[in-house]
């Protein structure tokens, strides 16, 4: 089981460096870190499993977060209440995104991040995603929203990037009355 102390934290220079294509047939330890990001992405929002692992919540997790850099990201996203869709993305690219730019109201977060930030990370509003499969089969997403972000602020791990990159260090606020806010 991943527990969040498996988690790198921000202090790591790992998190910075580029993370590399993955190729296929992927390795069966790949497999078991993505079966393993995933199972704590959902424990991790679902309030007693999270509360008796002292898990902190999280919708994605990229490879460079448990230390592997390979391009590889999972997102676990509670679409209704108690179903889950589960996203596993090899080698993702974003291939487009809307103009309209987004941001998370109440701040952006990370499992990487523990300490409180504060302001706004543009994104944007819709994006769609080619990679993979673990199997090795093209796919493609077409994101909005909160998933949009995730996929967004997933596979800017994969390039060495912290959402706290994206937000202006002299206005932590730039864009606010420019973006809509989610």
Not at 56 to 78: C, D, F, N, W
Not at 85 to 103: A, Q
Not at 133 to 160: M, P, T
């Amino acid at each position: 089981m991943l527990l969040t102390k498996d988690i790198i934290d921000e202090k790591n220079k790992i998190l910075r460096q580029k993370s590399k294509e993955v190729t296929f047939p992927m390795d069966e330890k790949d497999k078991e870190n993505i079966k393993l990001m995933v199972e704590y992405l959902h424990d991790s929002q679902i309030d007693e499993i999270a509360a008796k692992y002292s898990l902190r919540p999280g919708m994605g997790m990229s490879a460079v977060q448990i230390g592997v850099l390979k391009r590889y990201i999972t997102i676990v996203h509670e679409s209704s209440e108690g179903h889950f869709d589960t996203y596993v993305v090899v080698n993702p690219k974003i291939v487009s995104e809307s103009k309209e730019k987004i941001y998370v109201e109440d701040g952006e977060g990370c499992l990487s991040i523990n300490r409180e930030t504060i302001g706004i990370v543009p994104r944007s509003a819709r994006v769609t995603v080619e990679g993979y499969d673990i199997d090795g089969n093209k796919i493609s997403i077409r994101a909005r929203e909160e998933l949009a972000i995730v996929f967004q602020h997933e596979i800017d791990h994969l390039n060495g990037i912290l959402f706290i990159d994206r937000i202006d260090p002299k206005n932590p606020f730039k864009g606010k009355d420019t973006y809509r806010s989610i």
